[in-house]
């Protein structure tokens, strides 16, 4: 059975999960992905697997080649995670809407 994560309740793996990528800092934004709202989706299976689709804000990112292996390995290491995979897409194109209200106002964009 595979759980999704993307918002689920607190105090849990899950929240752990969202916990780590929320650390997770595009170099030239300073908002996390998850607040960019960077990541679409999270899956955690009975065999502590994380699936993450993620996308970046464009194909040209500069941290396209780092920022998904650092996804993954930051949600390797929570507890109750054995394992992660990272899938980048473009489907949907990331656009501003999707960010938080917490990422708007820290960019001044409210």
């Not at 299976?45 to 194909?59: D, F, G, K, V, W």
């Not at 290491?77 to 054995?82: I, K, L, M, S």
Request: charged residues 20%; proline residues 8%.
């Amino acid at each position: 059975m595979e759980e999704d994560i993307s918002n689920s309740p607190s105090g849990s793996v899950e929240e752990a999960i969202t916990d780590a990528l929320k650390t997770v800092y595009d170099p030239e934004i300073p908002v996390n992905i998850f607040e960019m709202g960077l990541i679409y989706n999270v899956m955690l299976n009975e065999q502590r697997h994380a699936e993450i689709t993620m996308t970046l804000t464009s194909p040209a990112c500069p941290v396209a080649g780092t920022l998904p292996e650092e996804v993954r390995v930051k949600v390797t290491g929570v507890p109750g995670v054995d394992t992660a995979n990272v899938e980048v897409v473009w489907d949907p194109v990331w656009e501003p809407s999707m960010m938080s209200e917490a990422a708007r106002l820290e960019l001044g964009m409210l």
